[in-house]
């Protein structure tokens, strides 16, 4: 098992840089930069990349939207020269309101163009001739649009890697499936290591069903705030810290009957909370909302309390099939938090 957490992706970059030389030092493996509707994670990965040394470094996500295919594989492909081979492409569909809102593209076939957007990056990244004729891209573009004067091109430049690991983040149940079939990791959320497999166990299945051998084993980057102490009352605090994330997510994120936060909570077995919470968080009333989050969720997916029971947690997380312990460190002793899980696993 390994180490992973997000990196801090606004502010003082030299801030972030400082924080992730520490990081590294502590025994963190892979680096997650986001992008939202924030700087670029582009650029701040690149700085990176130029700052530390052994760290993985992914993006945390990219949208299949806002960039082309063949644009998402020259970034990767030239992060991946920057940092010497450290590089993960974290890829999702994100959402209507960032995607349409935001970028002013269409939200449509989530499953579809990330299907072919890693074909498209594999056959680069391997400096194949680059000729792709899919339901949601063709290149070169048809004759019959454009110019008509488009060419199958290949990659100049010699990649570090022909390999370069993606990620998908991914919830539905065909998301995951496809995640599973040609992924090579998979970043869940809210993920609760003993009844994950309730959710998604199905749908992992049928994926890995298909899954072509040279892929290797499918990567999990999953896991929780993190905070080693012998204070029950401050370790009470810090757990009771991710309920309003929580409730925002299963009770405002989309409307009722569409909404893939709230049906993983009801597939968790919490049908009634999650009816609730939902109903709550959509009439304004967030603070009751909150006060339902479940509290054996909250114990299960925290890194939270004494020793013994944080060591548990992890273990609980890599016999769930977890390789990359994600971590939120929200203790006292942040550092010295990730260097005593990094002695757990080794």
């Keep these: 098992m390994k180490l992973s957490m997000m990196l801090n992706y606004s502010g003082d970059p030299r801030e972030a840089a400082a924080q992730a030389q520490d990081l590294e030092r502590a025994g963190i493996d892979l680096g997650w930069v986001a992008e939202l509707y ?62 349409e809102g935001w970028h002013g ?11 072919e957007i890693m074909d498209i990056c594999r056959t680069i990244w391997r400096r194949e001739v680059l000729v792709h004729d899919g339901p949601n891209y063709q290149l070169p573009l048809p004759e019959d649009q454009g110019t008509g004067l488009g060419k199958p091109l290949k990659l100049i430049n010699h990649p570090v890697r022909q390999d370069i690991p993606i990620y998908l983040a991914s919830l539905g149940p065909k998301n995951v499936e496809l995640t599973a079939e040609v992924a090579s990791g998979w970043l869940p959320v809210f993920f609760h290591p ?26 999990i980057s999953a896991g929780g705030t993190l905070a080693i102490t012998d204070d029950a009352d401050l370790a009470r605090r810090i757990r009771d810290q991710g309920r309003f994330m929580i409730a925002l997510y299963v009770g405002g994120m989309g409307a009722k009957g569409k909404n893939f936060y709230n049906n993983i909570f009801r597939k968790y077995g919490y049908e009634d909370e999650a009816e609730q919470i939902q109903d709550l968080y959509l009439a304004g009333r967030k603070e009751e909302a909150m006060a339902l989050i479940p509290q054996e969720y909250l114990d299960a997916t925290a890194l939270v309390g004494d020793a013994g029971w944080v060591r548990e947690r992890v273990e609980a997380y890599q016999a769930a099939g977890v390789t990359h312990l994600q971590i939120a460190p929200a203790g006292e002793n942040p550092l010295g938090d990730i260097e005593q899980v990094r002695n757990w696993i080794g």
């Design 194 to 219: 003993e009844r994950a497999t309730d959710v998604w166990g199905e749908d992992l299945s049928a994926g890995l069903a298909n899954r072509a051998p040279e892929l290797g084993p499918l990567q």
């Design 105 to 115: 593209v269409v939200y449509d076939k989530p499953l579809g163009r990330q299907r």
């Design 38 to 99: 924030s700087f670029d994670a582009i650029s701040i990965l690149g700085y990176l990349a130029a700052k530390t040394e052994t760290m993985q470094l992914g993006s945390g996500i990219l949208n299949v939207y806002s960039r082309t295919p063949s644009t998402i594989a020259m970034t990767a492909a030239g992060l991946d020269a920057v940092s010497g081979g450290r590089f993960v492409l974290g890829l999702g569909a994100s959402g209507p309101q960032v995607i």
